[in-house]
């Protein structure tokens, strides 16, 4: 057997990648609980591997006390000095009680702990292999389905996709190759867990990677997707060099690269618009096909707009089931109101009616305190009259005297 272990562990070691010490320090553990279960010993007992001969010992460790009250934890000293003049009093002693037959549970013991070392080694191979995926997009096959999930082999490893994560206008069929984007991995107790999608967003940023040489190299840049996933996106790009067009590049050559990923995505509809910092700007090609006349941002919402487009192109604009508007919205992060050109216009002159209707009113209500000043004006005269009269008189009876 020790042979045989020594061999083991130089393979382990070379071939999985395994350290050898690590599965020497967990076979000595595991034998020791293997000898406390099979002879029901104490506590103290040590289990010291022979990494030359591929020998196994099993010690009890024993304390030297003046006085012996557990022969099976203490040793006295004057016993411990027959063995050794130097052990004083606290020292600790092993003396050897390996079982006869206790090759044969070592090597039982040896083969689990081996086994699941392995195991364990190939769950972290397999787990920094797809962590580093993790974000990515990969190629798999599909091997099942049941009620919850679609299971797609990645080679070592099934991965999972859950209903959410499955295209609404797909039918997965066993065999079929998909490309799916890992959404993370998950170091479990029963191994590695990959979770993959087909409708995440960045699934659309990672094919369009692939299919737009200027993308992958930092040319054009995807600044935001919104995407109902089966039916229609929409993905805002910019351009780093001003030499080249962000839109063109990313549709292709009489649209080859986009029809290529809308192929991918089994017909979902596409609209690569221009992102810019003029936040209205980008609100107008943001509901791209629509045509825009103006966008009103709200005074009390810095996240809100009011935006105005041509009678004929209201529902152009709105979409269907209201998808052009709501992924608008999502695109740009705003909250949008849509009103046509003559809803608009009706609700301008209501309000302007409505302000000179309020202003009428407040210059009645000024008009009408103008009297009562004209009034005490009068009322001030009439007081000053009698006042004049009795200078008058006054006057009149100082020429009298």
């Given amino acids: 057997m020790s042979k045989e272990l020594l061999g083991a562990l130089d393979v382990l070691e ?26 029901d010993q104490a506590q103290n ?82 787990y920094n292999q797809y962590s580093q995926y993790e974000n ?67 699934l659309l940023k990672r094919l369009f990677e692939q299919e737009v040489p200027e993308i992958y190299d930092g ?33 292709g050559p009489r649209g080859q690269r986009v029809q290529t990923i809308v192929n991918e995505l089994g017909g979902e509809n596409m609209d690569i618009v221009e992102w810019t910092d003029d936040e209205a700007k980008f609100i107008a090609n943001a509901l791209n096909p629509a045509e825009v006349l103006d966008v009103i941002f709200d005074p009390n919402n810095e996240r809100a707009c009011e935006v105005i487009v041509p009678d004929y192109q209201l529902s152009l604009a709105i979409g269907k089931r209201g998808q052009n508007a709501r992924l608008a919205a999502k695109l740009t992060g705003y909250k949008i109101d849509i009103k046509s050109e003559s809803e608009a216009s009706a609700i301008m002159k209501a309000d302007q009616a409505a302000d000179e209707a309020t202003t009428g009113a407040t210059v009645s209500e000024d008009d009408d305190t103008e009297p009562a000043a004209e009034t ?25 005297e």
Avoid: C, W
């Fill in 136 to 202: 990515e997009i990969v190629t798999g096959e599909v091997e099942r389905q049941d009620s919850r999930f679609v299971y797609v082999s990645l080679g070592k490893v099934e991965a999972v996709m859950g209903r959410q994560d499955q295209m609404p206008n797909e039918t997965y069929r066993i065999h079929d190759r998909v490309k799916v984007y890992v959404t993370r991995v998950e170091n479990a107790t029963k191994g590695p867990q990959v979770f993959v999608s087909r409708t995440h967003a960045d």
């Fill in 45 to 126: 007992v040590e289990v010291e591997f022979d990494q030359r001969k591929g020998d196994i010992h099993v010690y009890a460790v024993k304390k030297v006390v003046d006085q012996v009250y557990d022969s099976r934890l203490e040793v006295g000293l004057d016993e411990a000095l027959t063995i050794n003049k130097g052990y004083e009093l606290g020292d600790d002693i092993k003396f050897e009680v390996t079982p006869k037959n206790f090759g044969r549970i070592a090597a039982q013991t040896a083969k689990q702990v081996i086994l699941q070392r392995v195991r364990e080694a190939e769950r972290n191979i397999i």
């Fill in 376 to 400: 005490v004006a009068d009322d001030t005269t009439s007081e000053e009259t009698p006042v004049n009269d009795a200078t008058t008189d006054v006057a009149s009876d100082e020429s009298a």
């Fill in 219 to 251: 040319t054009v840049e995807i600044m935001a997707i919104a995407r109902e996933a089966g039916d229609r996106a929409k993905v805002a790009v910019r351009s780093n060099n001003p030499d080249i067009d962000p839109v063109g590049t990313s549709v």
């Fill in 14 to 39: 070379t071939e999985k990648g395994i350290d050898k010490q690590v599965v020497i320090d967990a076979l000595e553990a595991a034998l020791v609980s293997a000898y406390k279960r099979n002879y």
